[in-house]
């Protein structure tokens, strides 16, 4: 619709169009979603659609070739979307303490997954002889790790009944919390904590989940090592992120000969339509795009035996879970073995409560008796509580900071040995961008108009795709030719930007204020506290992540529609001025359209992602990453394909916590 037309509806009259009359009109156009659920619906209808075709997938499989074939490729995708493993290097292992408790003794060891990766873990066995079957035990999100009673319970029972049991810290747990204030007392939540480590990883192509995955790998190499352990007895069980950790684990190694993941199993529809994704290792790179469900993780290890703990009240959806189930049964059924799969369910809420750790052993009843378990002293490994103050300590971020490092060489041979066009090809492929020639026109409502000296102000909303609108303010000249035309794009309201027309407005220039998709208005706050260390909106970048998409290439794709429509209106060359968090998408559609733009200004962004890895408490800056970017480009590189005197960089910084 043409900016000089009449105006659409019953709104002809309406003047100072408040942020409810914005939100009024978005959701009307969208058919009754909220604006802050606008996103997370566009996104979830992709996933839906993605579950959809993987449930086809699926019901092809019918020979022991079909599956195999499956196992196979989903197999090397999910190491794939991880970033691969790295080599396997001494694992340093040592003792460091040891007791006895009511039917059990126990060893506190020290182990190192990668070099100077401290992994503090406590084996419980038996008072009988061995050699043992063993169980690794990944704990769940505990803020104390394996000392949390629950997971002392799994293990000491196991050990009561002649299994040894490893448990240990997961990364941001136990003795293993990174973030700490003055004092050296944690100070970051278990779940943020992980989720703010995955933005370096995310950025350098790796992914916190492969880091825990690793851990528990290695932790496997240290029982195979132990003369007193059955090497090809070794099981895995964990409960909510130790059962996301153990059905990783479950299906990547294949030393694990029998599995139990508890209260996590259920499936990708389920989750979308109740809790949503969670924190950062639950959500692995375009899994949903990519047909990795959660009954895959299953299937993958078809047909070694596996048993679902699942718990009635769960908040992973108790019916996700019965859905995976039955689908794992058949698969495992078309291989012969269908009593291979098995599933508990407790009458109760999330947790590893004692009727699922009971039901870990299916051959025969076992009732867990009263017995004591060990004091957080106790299960300590460390001298002080915390593998920081080891000598030569490293923590996730130096992992991901030294890979950032070594992919600079890599990134700096890319762009010397192509050209300009071949480079953003790849970064459009990276940033999930779609070709201009692929974007559909942008389409206008008017909301109302008023009057401001020169210039009628129009108020918006613009729709760049189905599902997709963005509220927008227009200061429209009055009369003449318009000479520029200016594109604002805020990280906030509208309202919140009205400082910047302080200076007055130019009689024959026109203005533009748009809000991309999931700001201002359309933001979608996903609980806050902690999480706003990582940014209220990660649970919608999540939603992207798990279709292969980024919310910068989203939100690109919006700005390159809204200026190229913005320019067919005035015709007028286009300045583009970006805040916060919507620079880096400003940077990206200028670099692939620099034609485009008679000036780009960038305000408030950030330097570089190299910085925001390099950076040792990186706030809100998840929503800003492209996975695997570094491999290929850096912002830097994207600000070098626009000439100098069109480009202007200020307050770029890496805001931390």
Not at 39 to 64: C, Q, W
Not at 358 to 367: Q, S
Not at 437 to 464: I, K, Q, S, Y
């Amino acid at each position: 619709m043409n900016l000089t037309a009449c105006l659409i509806g019953a709104a002809l009259a309406l003047t100072g169009v408040s942020d409810d009359h914005y939100k009024e009109a978005i959701q009307k156009s969208l058919g009754g979603t909220a604006p802050e659920e606008m996103v997370n619906r566009y996104l979830e209808d992709m996933a839906f659609a993605n579950i959809a075709a993987r449930g086809e997938r699926y019901e092809s499989l019918k020979t022991p070739e079909d599956i195999a074939a499956y196992q196979d490729e989903k197999y090397h995708y999910f190491v794939s979307a991880l970033g691969g493993f790295p080599e396997r290097t001494p694992l340093n292992a040592r003792v460091v303490g040891e007791g006895t408790g009511e039917g059990f003794r126990y060893e506190k060891t020290i182990f190192e997954s990668r070099p100077n990766f401290f992994v503090t873990a406590v084996l419980f066995l038996p008072v009988t002889e061995g050699p043992y079957p063993a169980v690794l035990v990944p704990c769940g999100h505990s803020a104390n790790g394996k000392a949390a009673e629950a997971y002392q319970r799994a293990c000491i029972l196991l050990a009561r009944h002649g299994m040894a049991a490893f448990c240990y810290d997961p990364i941001g747990q136990g003795e293993r919390r990174h973030y700490q204030d003055e004092k050296g007392v944690p100070n970051v939540g278990t779940t943020v904590e992980h989720t703010v480590f995955d933005v370096g990883a995310i950025l350098t192509g790796t992914s916190i989940a492969g880091y825990r995955i690793w851990d528990g790998m290695r932790a496997i190499d240290y029982l195979q090592s132990r003369a007193d352990i059955i090497d090809e007895k070794i099981g895995v069980t964990g409960n909510s992120g130790g059962g996301t950790l153990s059905s990783y684990i479950m299906a990547l190694d294949k030393r694990v000969a029998v599995a139990a993941p508890s209260c996590y199993v259920t499936s990708w529809k389920r989750i979308l339509e109740t809790i949503g994704p969670q924190d950062g290792e639950q959500n692995i790179f375009g899994q949903i795009k990519n047909g990795l469900d959660h009954a895959d993780y299953l299937h993958i290890r078809a047909p070694r035996p596996t048993l679902m703990l699942t718990a009635t009240q769960d908040f992973f959806d108790i019916q996700g879970s019965w859905d995976t189930f039955r689908e794992a049964k058949r698969l495992y059924t078309r291989l012969g073995y269908p009593e291979r799969v098995s599933l508990v369910e407790a009458d109760e809420t999330h947790g590893f409560s004692v009727h699922l750790r009971e039901g870990l052993d299916v051959d025969a009843p076992v009732d867990e008796i009263h017995f004591a378990v060990l004091s957080d002293a106790d299960m300590q490994c460390t001298p002080t509580g915390q593998i920081t103050a080891m000598e030569d300590y490293r923590s996730t971020l130096d992992i991901s900071r030294e890979r950032a490092e070594g992919l600079k060489a890599q990134r700096a041979a890319f762009w010397q040995e192509n050209t300009p066009e071949v480079a953003l090809q790849k970064v459009r492929e990276l940033a999930g961008i779609r070709g201009a020639d692929a974007l559909p026109p942008v389409t206008a409502e008017v909301l109302g108009e008023e009057e401001m000296g020169e210039h009628t102000v129009r108020h918006l909303l613009l729709n760049t795709e189905p599902g997709i609108v963005l509220p927008a303010r227009a200061y429209l000249p009055k009369a003449g030719d318009i000479a520029q035309a200016h594109v604002f794009t805020p990280d906030t309201n509208l309202d919140e930007l009205q400082s910047v027309l302080d200076v007055g407005l130019t009689v024959n220039h026109a203005y533009l204020f748009v809000s991309l998709r999931g700001m201002g208005l359309t933001e979608n706050y996903k609980w806050g506290g902690g999480w706003m260390k990582v940014g209220n909106d990660w649970s919608t970048f999540m939603r992207a992540y798990l279709n292969t998409l980024s919310m910068v290439g989203l939100r690109t794709e919006d700005l390159r529609q809204v200026t190229a429509w913005f320019a067919a209106e005035t015709k007028a060359p286009i300045t583009l001025t970006a805040y916060g968090e919507s620079t880096v998408p400003a940077l990206h559609a200028a670099a692939l359209q620099p034609e485009a733009y008679a000036h780009l200004t960038l305000t408030g962004g950030i330097p570089t992602w190299q910085a925001v890895v390099e950076a040792p408490r990186p706030q809100d800056q998840l929503i800003n990453t492209v996975h695997n970017a570094l491999s290929t480009y850096d912002l830097d590189n994207l600000e070098r394909l626009i000439a100098p005197e069109k480009i202007t960089v200020s307050g770029a910084t890496v805001t931390e916590f």
